[in-house]
C-alpha cells in the first residue's frame, strides 16, 4: 500500500504559467481533498471530492481546477499562476468525510516567481 | 464560523519534560475534535480524536480531553521524546473542518 502519493515534490514556475498536481490513492477512498498550508497557518481547503464525476469548492478555489474520472486519481490544475499562489500543497483522502482519519500525502512546495 | 486556537510555538522541550499544547475551538453543536502530527518532510498523520464531550484520545503516550465546557481539547505527554520533534495541529468538525495554525515542538536530547 503506497497511501495517497503526489507529484511532483517540488515546482517552481513563473506567473502566468499552468500545472498539474498529481495525487493517487490506493486504499478505494471515497473522499478526496486539496488543501495549501501557509506558512504560520492551518490548511485552508481547496476543492474536493465525495467520488469519482463529483468535486466541490472548498474554502480558497479561486485560480484552481480539479477533476476526478476515477477513484485513484484528483488532480488540482493551476492556470494562470500568481505569486499568492506559492505554498504547499496537500492531497488527502478518507474512506467517508472528515470525521474519519485522513490520509495525507507527503505534499507539494510550489513557488511562483 | 468555527474556528480553532492554538498557543503560539515553538515550543522547546528538554527529553522527559511534561508537554501541554493548548487547543480551544468554537463551533456550534458537538464538533469533532483531533490532533493531527506532521513530522518534517511529511504529510499529516491522524494523532487522535474525541468525539464527544468527556472522551479521552489516546495514542502513542499523547492524550487528549474533550472538554465541552471550557471547549478545549489541549494536548498532553507525560516524558516526551526527540522522535516527538514536529508541527501538532489541533482540528474541529462540526458545521465545517478546520485545522488550527499549527504548534511547532522541538525536543532536545
Known amino acids: 500500500n503506497a497511501g495517497v502519493t503526489q507529484t511532483p515534490k517540488f515546482r517552481i514556475l513563473k506567473i502566468g504559467q499552468s500545472m498539474t498536481l498529481q495525487c493517487t490513492q490506493d486504499?478505494?477512498?471515497?473522499?478526496m481533498y486539496w488543501y495549501r498550508q501557509d506558512p504560520g497557518m492551518g490548511l485552508k481547503l481547496i476543492y474536493y471530492s465525495v467520488g469519482a464525476g463529483i468535486t466541490d469548492k472548498g474554502e480558497v478555489p479561486n485560480g484552481y481546477n480539479v477533476s476526478r474520472s476515477t477513484t485513484e486519481d484528483f488532480p488540482l490544475r493551476l492556470e494562470l499562476a500568481a505569486p499568492s499562489q506559492t505554498s504547499v500543497y496537500f492531497c488527502?483522502?478518507?474512506?467517508?468525510?472528515?470525521?474519519?482519519?485522513?490520509?495525507f500525502g507527503p505534499g507539494t512546495r510550489l513557488t511562483v516567481l | 464560523g468555527d474556528s480553532v486556537t492554538q498557543m503560539e510555538g515553538p515550543v522547546t522541550l528538554s527529553e522527559e519534560a511534561f508537554l501541554t499544547i493548548n487547543c480551544t475551538y468554537t463551533?456550534?453543536?458537538?464538533?469533532?475534535l483531533f490532533w493531527y502530527v506532521q513530522y518534517p518532510g511529511e504529510g499529516l498523520q491522524l494523532l487522535l480524536k474525541?468525539?464527544?464531550?468527556?472522551d479521552k484520545g489516546s495514542n502513542k503516550g499523547f492524550e487528549a480531553t474533550y472538554r465541552k465546557e471550557t471547549t478545549s481539547f489541549h494536548l498532553e505527554k507525560g516524558s516526551v521524546q526527540v522522535s516527538d520533534s514536529a508541527v501538532y495541529f489541533c482540528a474541529c468538525y462540526g458545521q465545517n473542518f478546520v485545522f488550527g495554525p499549527g504548534t511547532r515542538l522541538s525536543v532536545l536530547p
Open positions: 486504499m478505494n477512498h471515497n473522499y
Open positions: 488527502a483522502s478518507s474512506y467517508t468525510d472528515r470525521n474519519n482519519e485522513q490520509f
Open positions: 474525541a468525539t464527544k464531550a468527556d
Open positions: 463551533a456550534t453543536g458537538y464538533p469533532s
